[in-house]
Each structure stands twice: as structure tokens, then as C-alpha cells.
């Protein structure tokens, strides 16, 4: 193939999860750009493997720099793979500048797929998973964190963010003062490491729990705010808009009470008495 970029997800624990076209491309790249190339050496140590290729250090402090000299040695033909310390490229990690770059340049990106802490702790979170937003790490600062937070508080969908261990108790704190000490989440550590744990419960337990101190690398999942319950006025009017509209009384409030689980007939009785009272 010609030369291309290729974001190379890394395991986030066990190399056992390093995939086969990990190792190929790790083989077989002109350059590799990693995070951490201590950790990448080491990486390549655990899977056996040699690294042949120039290995340039990419980080956040100097990935805007390096981006345009990847995309030209790439254009010109390079194997340039990039990796992480863990994870998924660009996912709260260095990837996305050269990215950016390549596809204004017309260059060619290639993801090998693999190992996501985000996906691996919202599986693990028995929260509802069909519809998240990853929110990456809040402010250090407690002003900064709370607004956040905050803007948050009616978010629907279920949020992934990563913490570190130190500020765990802290942010489980903020968040129940902000979400609700009873609204349901998840701490997971060490994922697929040897310690691995996850803890489901409240903001408040959870917030109880970490502040003994908890060690290694933390994803905390919450749920989103749950949906509130349509009041008996507010069906009647809705029932009524669509009997307006055409739809058989009974239709109507037949889907509407199974759907905001409510009893039919309470709710046919109070459709008939809004229509003749004439409300």
C-alpha cells in the first residue's frame, strides 16, 4: 500500500489484547509516533516483537509541531503509525492534529481497532448503553469542575470521564452535590489488569467508598438524568391534540398509557371529561 497514517489502538492493561494487525503494523512502520516512547518500548518488550522503526516522541505539548513532517514523510510514501500509551489515539490522547493535518493534506488514515478503556468501563457499568457521551477528564480547579458539572446536570445520556486516583473522592463528591446524591454510577479501575474492580451504587456511596483513598487508573461511569414522568394534564392535552388531529379517542390513549405507564381508563375518564368541559 502506499503510505498512510495508521492510529494504532494499544492494550490499556493486558498485552494479551495487543491485536495480530497491531503487531504487524509495529513490525512494519517507517516511523512510529508514540506518546511515550519508553512505554512503547516496553510495550514492544511484552509482545516479543522488534521495532525497527524511527520512533519520534508525539505528545500533547508537541503534537501541533510534528503533525506537518509525519504527513509529508507519509506522503512521500512512509508507513507512519501512531500509538497512545493505552487505548485509542485522539480518544482524550495525542492523534488528533496529525489526523486533522493528513486529511487536509489528502493523506491517507488507517484505524487498527482494538482496546478502549471508555467502551470497556461503560459495558462493565450496567448503565444504559445506547446512548453516552465521553466527557475525558473535568477541570483540576473546584470552581471550574463544579461549572462543568453543572452544564451537565441535564444531560440524558449516560457519561464516561477518567479521573485520577487522588482527585476520585473529590469528584464523586461534586457530582452528587451536582447530579443527585441518589442518581446510579460506576468506578472502574485497573481495567483488564490484575486488579480490576468496578463499583456500582450511587454518587453518595461511591463517593463514601473512594474516600478511604482507591489506586490505579479510574474511569467513573453516571447515569444521565432520567426522563420525568408526563403529568395527567399533560397527556389529556396530548390525547386531545391528537383526536384533534384525527386519531380515535381510544387509540390514542391507548398508546399514550402504556407508553407513559399510567391506568387507561384513568386517563380515558379524564380525556372525556376535558373534552366536555371543552378544555
Excluded at 502506499?2 to 503487531?23: E, H, K, M, Q, Y
Amino acid at each position: 500500500m502506499t503510505g498512510r497514517v495508521v492510529l494504532a489502538a494499544t492494550p490499556i492493561g493486558n498485552a494479551a489484547d495487543a491485536s495480530a494487525r497491531l503487531r504487524a503494523a509495529l513490525t512494519e512502520a517507517d516511523v512510529i509516533a508514540a506518546e511515550d516512547t519508553r512505554r512503547l518500548r516496553d510495550l514492544a518488550r511484552r509482545l516479543d516483537i522488534e521495532v525497527t522503526a524511527e520512533v519520534l516522541a508525539v505528545h500533547d505539548h508537541n503534537e501541533r509541531d510534528r503533525a506537518a513532517n509525519l504527513i509529508e514523510r507519509a506522503a512521500a510514501g512512509a508507513l507512519v503509525v501512531l500509538v497512545s500509551d493505552a487505548g485509542m489515539p485522539t480518544v482524550s490522547d495525542p492523534g488528533f492534529r496529525v489526523v486533522e493535518a493528513a486529511a487536509a493534506a489528502g493523506v491517507a488514515v488507517e484505524v487498527l481497532p482494538g482496546p478502549s478503556a471508555v467502551l470497556t468501563a461503560l459495558a462493565l457499568s450496567g448503565l444504559p448503553t445506547d446512548r453516552f457521551c465521553f466527557e475525558g477528564f473535568l477541570p483540576r480547579k473546584d470552581g471550574e469542575r463544579s461549572r462543568a458539572l453543572t452544564d451537565l446536570a441535564t444531560e440524558a445520556r449516560t457519561m464516561v470521564f477518567f479521573e485520577a486516583p487522588h482527585r476520585l473522592d473529590a469528584t464523586l463528591a461534586a457530582m452528587a452535590l451536582a447530579f443527585g446524591d441518589e442518581r446510579p454510577a460506576a468506578v472502574s479501575r485497573e481495567l483488564t489488569k490484575t486488579h480490576e474492580e468496578t463499583r456500582r451504587g450511587t454518587l453518595a456511596e461511591l463517593a463514601a467508598w473512594a474516600a478511604d483513598g482507591v489506586r490505579g487508573e479510574i474511569v467513573v461511569t453516571v447515569a444521565g438524568r432520567p426522563a420525568e414522568a408526563p403529568t395527567m394534564e399533560a397527556l389529556v392535552q396530548e390525547a386531545l391534540a391528537r383526536v384533534a388531529a384525527g386519531e380515535r379517542a381510544k387509540d390514542a390513549v391507548a398508546d399514550l398509557a402504556v407508553t407513559a405507564g399510567v391506568p387507561r381508563r384513568e386517563l380515558y375518564g379524564a380525556v372525556l371529561a376535558a373534552r366536555q368541559s371543552g378544555a
